[in-house]
């Protein structure tokens, strides 16, 4: 072992390393945080900061360190890449220790535990998870988000499918779940999203924690929240008092939205950028205060089920619209209304500082306002929520009695408390106070005593108190007078004994009174301690009408309407508009669509060209429909809607960008889980599905999924689709029905009407997108010449035939066809050989295949090179 391994100090490093493996060991030597061996290579790179090292030649030590009063940024670094940083105090005094000073991890920063810097953002949560597994693939889950004390709790039955989407719908970045938790289970979550997972074993109850978990009857969900609260004691190590009990939910109480349609749908990011900039969540925001914020994300994120519930919202939005003067109000109101739940997290860690509980007292003054003005709408809902809560006012009167309105930001340097709330605390102040006035009242006598009008008497730290007096007046000052004490260049300075006594007495008053203003500050903060949970309960109640008050007005700056609810499953959208394709159209206009869905009308086959906006019109509809379960008003003139119990939302690989690596197997394991999980209840949205794989593959898996939920499901379906071929489904499936998003043309160029209208499209517009996309004249008029034959040539007839299948397939996507009969499946058909061509009389095939495959050139998404590559090939065929 080298010589610098063997340092006392080194030991005790790797002997507290050794309890925090996966952790950065933060160590503290004197003024910084030292890092040593791998934690130190490692913390380096990711930090961009030093290597270096302890000890020369052999017994090198790699070494950084971060000094301890810029930590804050270095850590936040760490934990938003996901690592965890134990934090290594030196817990004695170093003067006072023999040999090496005593030292202890004081807390363990992961990123699902984090209170403050860069990873918290104020308007979102920062979720903890946990996660059990039981027998028989049950599972609980446990949520907890420690700045604002939020703990909610659910379990499964159906499988984990169920569990990944609910958690992932939490965002969480640290899973904790026990040490035998199946790694292939982990997997699938690293897959979805960027997690790190802890371990934590111990699920004994101990006493303090029965509080949090009495309301579970269930012994599971139990074991599950105390996993949690085990982890959160272990790595924080201090008073948590501000966790409130666990809230059992059903997941079955909201719209259930998987990963996939959250992201599909652009509910809180969009896409491709992951920003909330051009987001449903960024559209509907206007909340003011930071929890309305949060709230709002949840309620985005879980639509309500009961139409009552989303009624009373409705209204209540509806009453915000029709008075103006309150709503403005109100909204002033709010806006001095300070994060109420993250405060109380505060106050419970310890530390929260004097400004923070003014902001508080600021906080507490809106409610009665802010509540009067919530009764003066006159609505149930609202006077309910109001009437309800606790208004904190003997706190609010208790701030007010004792904290000054600026306070600094340090507790331990007075200047907080207000006169009159301690007597002692006026004794000593009075004392200072008198002492300043003796002093005062000094000064001026001996100004008059000497006739120096100069004279002043000054203070500085090292001399306390001091009569100066400028050296051009120093003849005119009697002998013996003072006693001299210090000379600077152009003055003396003097005391006199009664000055010091003096100035001791003040000095003495001002220490005693800082020691006791923290005191006191300790003790107000013990008293709002209390209040945690009534604070919790007011921050709802906020929030709530924070959300409300941003719905109304959205709602009526972009016209949007009350939905009406209906149980029967019918769809009624007048002019109905995508929210925040709406808002950030640039060119043109938005154009309304109407859309209709019922008993007979289940399913819309929408074709039309590409650009045309048939991904728009879909999404339109589930935008509608999740803005109205949310309660808020929807962008159309007349909207009736039922309540969805889903909504699911899969686009085909090809025109999902954004997932580069997504491939036609991903496509179809989403479809899968649509159609395992989807009732007659969901909304289903598939967007060009099939498209990943070849045109004969897609278009019979299209057909053969669109007959599955036809025969099966019975789900509100919106199914787009570029095979055009695949209208003829019109006729066989009763409930579907085709419609297009019109185009015009023009003097041979063509325009994108974005009207949706019923029927199918009458052609495909293929060869307009290939001159778009600049295919030589040529070429595109011979395609133009073939195109015609085809359309009049009998290929007609064999399309037909093409599309007659023996109609709802009964199973899946893979289904058996009855013998003899041509259906997609027939290598038959595929115009290949000579001898099909020559059935056709007309063709080649080698010009049947080029034109389809030009038809479905997918132009926009290809790279120049590719097209000239496509291009070439295409030639070559033709002539050969
Ligand atoms: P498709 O899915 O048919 O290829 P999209 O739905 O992606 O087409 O729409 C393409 C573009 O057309 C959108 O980005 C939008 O700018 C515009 N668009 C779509 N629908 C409308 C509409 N109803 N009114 C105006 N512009 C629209
Ligand atoms: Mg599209």
């Not at 999203?193 to 074993?201: G, I, L, Q």
């Not at 985005?300 to 509806?318: F, M, N, S, W």
């Not at 003005?373 to 208004?391: F, W």
């Not at 050139?857 to 295409?874: C, G, K, V």
């Amino acid at each position: 072992m080298s010589k610098q391994m063997k340092t006392p100090m080194i030991q005790q490093y790797l002997k507290i390393k050794a309890e925090y493996k996966d952790a950065f060991l933060f160590f503290r030597l004197g003024d910084f945080y030292e890092l040593f061996f791998e934690d130190a290579v490692k913390a380096a790179k990711e930090l961009e900061i030093t290597l270096t090292a302890r000890g020369k030649g052999e017994d090198r030590i790699p070494m950084c360190g971060v000094p301890h009063h810029s930590c804050a940024g270095y850590i936040s670094k760490l934990i938003d890449k996901g690592y965890k940083v134990a934090i290594c105090e030196q817990t004695e005094d170093p003067a006072q220790a023999k040999g090496v000073v005593k030292r202890e991890v004081v807390q363990l920063i992961t990123p699902g535990t984090v209170m403050d810097g860069a990873a918290i953002q104020e308007k979102e949560n920062n979720y903890l998870l946990s996660l059990s597994a039981f027998e028989e693939d049950r599972y609980g889950l446990a949520a907890v988000d420690l700045t604002t004390g939020e703990l909610k709790v659910t379990s499964f039955y159906d499988g984990f499918t169920s569990v990944l989407h609910e958690a992932a719908s939490y965002n969480p970045k640290e899973i904790v779940v026990a040490s035998s938790f199946a790694e292939e289970k982990r997997e699938q979550f690293s897959s979805l999203m960027n997690v790190t997972f802890s371990e934590e074993d111990d699920t004994a109850l101990p006493g303090e924690m029965r509080e949090l978990v009495d309301s579970l009857q269930d012994e599971e969900l139990a074991v599950t929240v105390i996993r949690l609260l085990h982890y959160l004691y272990r790595t924080k190590k201090r008073s948590l008092d501000h966790i409130q009990s666990a809230v059992y939910y059903y997941a079955g109480d909201y719209m259930k939205l998987d990963v996939h349609s959250k992201r599909n749908l652009e509910l809180t990011e969009t896409i491709r950028e992951k920003k909330k900039h051009g987001s449903l969540l960024w559209l509907l925001d206007e909340t003011v205060t930071a929890m309305g914020g949060r709230l709002l994300k949840q309620w985005i994120e879980r639509p309500l089920l009961d139409a009552k519930k989303i009624e009373e919202r409705h209204t209540l939005v509806g009453d915000l619209i029709d008075r103006f003067f309150e709503r403005e109000e109100l909204k002033d109101q709010l806006r001095d209304v300070y994060d109420l739940e993250r405060l109380a997290g505060k106050v419970a860690f310890g530390t929260v500082n004097a400004r923070d509980l003014i902001q508080l007292k600021r906080s507490l003054a809106r409610v009665p306002a802010i509540f009067d003005t919530a009764l003066q709408l006159g609505s149930p809902y609202a006077s309910r929520l109001v009437n309800e809560v606790d208004r904190c006012g003997p706190l609010r009167e208790l701030l007010e009695a004792s904290l000054q309105d600026d306070p600094p930001v340090s507790v331990t340097e007075g200047d907080m408390i207000k006169d009159g709330y301690n007597e002692q605390l006026d004794i000593y102040r009075d004392a200072m106070k008198n002492g300043r006035t003796w002093i005062a009242a000094l000064e001026k006598n001996e100004r008059e005593q000497t006739g120096i009008r100069s004279l002043k008497i000054g203070f500085n730290k090292v001399f306390g108190y001091y009569i100066e007096v400028t050296r051009s007046n120093l003849a005119s000052l009697p002998d013996g007078r003072y006693e001299r004490k210090q000379t600077l260049a152009n003055a003396e300075r003097f005391i006199t004994p009664e000055l010091k006594e003096k100035e001791a007495l003040i000095l003495e008053a001002e220490e005693k009174s800082g020691k006791l203003e923290y005191e006191i500050f300790l003790d107000l903060r013990k008293q709002v301690a209390v209040y945690i949970s009534k604070l919790q309960e007011l921050a709802k109640v906020l929030s709530t009408l924070d959300c409300l008050q941003s719905f109304a007005e959205v709602s009526e700056a972009n016209h949007y309407v009350k939905p009406v609810m209906n149980t029967t499953g019918t769809v009624d959208i007048k002019d109905g508009r995508h929210p925040v394709v709406e808002k950030v159209i640039d060119q043109g206009e938005y154009v309304p669509n109407d859309i209709s869905l019922d008993e007979s009308r289940e399913m819309l086959l929408i074709t039309g060209p590409n650009m045309a906006g048939k991904s728009t019109y879909m999404r339109q509809l589930a935008l509608c429909a999740v803005m109205a379960q949310c309660g808020c008003y929807v962008p159309a003139d007349e909207a009736v809607l039922p309540v969805f119990d889903q909504i699911f939302t899969r686009i085909g690989a090809a025109d999902d960008l954004a997932q580069g690596q997504s491939t036609f197997m991903v496509e179809m394991m989403e479809t899968r889980h649509a159609v395992t999980r989807a009732t007659d209840r969901s909304l289903i949205l598939l967007d060009e599905i099939g498209r990943g794989t070849s045109t004969y593959d897609g278009m019979a898996l299209a057909q053969a999924i669109m007959e599955y939920i036809h025969e099966h499901i019975g789900a509100k379906t919106l199914f787009s689709t570029h095979y055009h071929e695949l209208t003829r489904l019109e006729a066989e499936l009763p409930k579907l029905k085709n419609v297009h998003v019109s185009a015009a043309e023009e003097d041979g160029d063509v325009v994108f009407l974005h009207k949706v209208i019923d029927g199918a499209a009458d052609r495909s517009y293929g060869i307009y997108v290939a001159r778009l996309a600049q295919l030589p004249d040529q070429l595109i008029t011979r395609a133009n010449v073939i195109l015609k034959e085809l359309e009049s040539g009998d290929l007609r007839g064999d399309q037909e035939q093409v599309l007659v299948t023996s109609g709802a397939s009964e199973e899946h996507a893979g289904a058996e066809h009855e013998p003899g009969q041509l259906t997609l499946f027939d290598p038959g058909i595929i115009p290949e050989s000579g001898k099909e061509a020559d059935r056709r009389g007309k063709l080649a095939g080698a010009e049947i295949e080029a034109v389809k495959a030009l038809k479905n050139l997918d132009t926009l998404h290809m790279t120049p090179f590719e097209a000239i590559q496509t291009l070439h090939e295409l030639q070559k065929k033709l002539r050969n």
